[in-house]
């Protein structure tokens, strides 16, 4: 008969995408022996662009850096200047441009696959993270002094704090009773590349239709990232279209504003939600990234405020450690979700008021946007502050 493996931990953080490694990297010279658990094999990256990408602001990106895992991403990032929204059934435009906050750039757009590896390679190379993939858990026992987490295998990994960055269906979330309910918005984003007509000159676009928005997000490469949010009722139809009739759907939802374009990639739909936990901590747990809360992915802030909670996390062990004091009780995680809730909270409230206010063709609200638009680009107080917060800061 085989023996059961212990092994133990100081932190297990169950989900090894972009917001766990993150977690484990920023914990890295903390002293503390960290396991990352990850049921499936990443994605490699490879010379095609991969179709998941995400707007990455600037305190992501200085999150990163502090990590090491910069060089790496920045190879393939597109850095992008200018923001152009617009509304499609009105006069509604507004301009964002980096120069207004006296900086170089908004963001950048980045694969997802190429964020994940360069966070891995970073975790991989710190003798204290031992990445633990591929690893499937059976069963997850949090209420005692060392909580543990029983793999298929057999395994046994013990550790004073299991984190779920497990997303938004997760595991440790369902393991530790916290409740979560999340509400469909009706709607899939489909995602694709594609090459256009006209240069994208850095800009992230994006037109808010009737039936939702859509993004043109500027590629290192000249190519650009679609993210078209459409009701449930018109994906299976539009992924159904020849790729001709889909570029030309594209086109015209666009308003043509980068010219014809020319399908590059397979296309994918994503449903889309939102939902947020009461409570981000227990005893030996905390809940980060998606497994906390999710947002519509208009204005692409959901991975941003995963990698903010990732730091305020690591921020609340890291001073708890200095302090001599214990780094996994209760009240310091405490602070963990003190810092990050009401922020959190906040966006995914503005993001289902943005999609509530955007997806409709009612005359009133179409006035009211289209007021609130000029407004906002026309009042430099007000647009700098929208600015500051989309960057994360
Ligand atoms: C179409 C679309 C566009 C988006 N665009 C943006 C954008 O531009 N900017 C932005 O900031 N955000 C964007 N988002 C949101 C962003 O993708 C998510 O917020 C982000 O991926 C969350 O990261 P995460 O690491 O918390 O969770 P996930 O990315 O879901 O990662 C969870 C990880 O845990 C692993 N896992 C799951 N269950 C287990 C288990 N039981 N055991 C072990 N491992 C497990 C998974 O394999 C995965 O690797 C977008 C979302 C969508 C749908």
Request: overall charge neutral.
């Given at each position: 008969m085989s023996e059961t493996t212990r092994q133990r931990y100081d932190v297990l953080i169950v989900g090894g995408g972009m917001v766990g490694?993150?977690?484990?990297?920023?914990?890295?010279?903390?002293?503390?022996?960290?396991?990352?658990?990850?049921?499936?094999?990443?994605?490699?990256?490879?010379?095609?662009?991969?179709?998941?990408?995400s707007a990455i602001n600037r305190a992501s990106s200085e999150i990163f850096k502090t990590i090491g895992a910069w060089p790496e991403m920045a190879v393939r990032a597109c850095a992008y200047g200018d923001m152009h929204v617009w509304d499609a059934t009105g006069a509604g435009v507004i301009h964002f441009d980096s120069a207004e906050v006296g900086l170089d750039t908004l963001g950048y757009i980045i694969e997802n696959t190429v964020i994940q590896q360069a966070l891995q390679h970073c975790a991989l190379q710190a003798e204290n993270i031992d990445w633990l993939c591929p690893a499937s858990i059976s069963t997850i026992t949090l209420d005692a002094d060392w909580p543990s987490l029983r793999l298929e295998d057999g395994r046994i990994l013990e550790a004073r704090l299991i984190v779920g960055a497990d997303g938004a269906r997760s595991q440790v979330r369902a393991a530790a009773n916290i409740e979560f309910e999340r509400i469909p918005y009706q709607q899939h984003a489909i995602v694709?590349?594609?090459?256009?007509?006209?240069?994208?000159?850095?800009?992230?676009?994006?037109?808010?239709?009737?039936?939702?928005?859509?993004a043109f997000l500027p590629l290192i490469n000249g190519q650009s990232s679609i993210v078209w949010s459409l009701e449930e009722s018109k994906v299976a139809a539009m992924l159904a279209l020849d790729e001709a009739a889909f570029c030309c759907e594209l086109e015209q939802a666009f308003e043509y504003q980068l010219g014809s374009v020319e399908l590059v990639s397979e296309r994918a739909a994503f449903?889309?939600?939102?939902?947020?936990?009461?409570?981000?901590?227990?005893?030996?747990?905390?809940?980060?990234?998606?497994?906390?809360?999710?947002?519509?992915?208009?204005?692409?802030?959901?991975?941003?405020?995963?990698?903010?909670?990732?730091?305020?996390?690591?921020?609340?062990?890291?001073?708890?450690?200095?302090?001599?004091?214990?780094?996994?009780?209760?009240?310091?995680?405490?602070?963990?979700?003190?810092?990050?809730?009401?922020?959190?909270?906040?966006?995914?409230?503005?993001?289902?008021?943005?999609?509530?206010?955007?997806?409709?063709?009612?005359?009133?609200?179409?006035?009211?946007?289209?007021?609130?638009?000029?407004?906002?680009?026309?009042?430099?107080?007000?647009?700098?502050?929208?600015?500051?917060?989309?960057?994360?800061?």
């Open positions: 490694l993150t977690l484990a990297n920023l914990l890295r010279d903390s002293g503390l022996k960290t396991g990352v658990v990850e049921k499936i094999e990443p994605r490699a990256v490879t010379d095609e662009i991969d179709i998941r990408v694709c590349t594609v090459e256009t007509e006209l240069p994208h000159a850095e800009t992230a676009w994006q037109c808010f239709t009737p039936d939702g928005p859509l449903p889309l939600g939102h939902g947020h936990v009461g409570q981000y901590v227990q005893n030996g747990l905390a809940l980060v990234g998606d497994a906390a809360h999710n947002i519509h992915p208009l204005a692409g802030q959901g991975a941003n405020l995963g990698f903010l909670d990732a730091a305020a996390l690591a921020e609340v062990i890291t001073q708890a450690l200095i302090a001599k004091r214990q780094w996994y009780a209760l009240h310091t995680l405490r602070k963990y979700e003190r810092a990050r809730k009401g922020e959190n909270r906040l966006m995914e409230s503005a993001m289902t008021g943005f999609k509530l206010l955007f997806s409709n063709n009612n005359p009133l609200l179409s006035t009211v946007r289209n007021t609130g638009l000029v407004m906002v680009d026309q009042v430099p107080l007000i647009k700098q502050q929208f600015i500051r917060h989309a960057m994360g800061g």
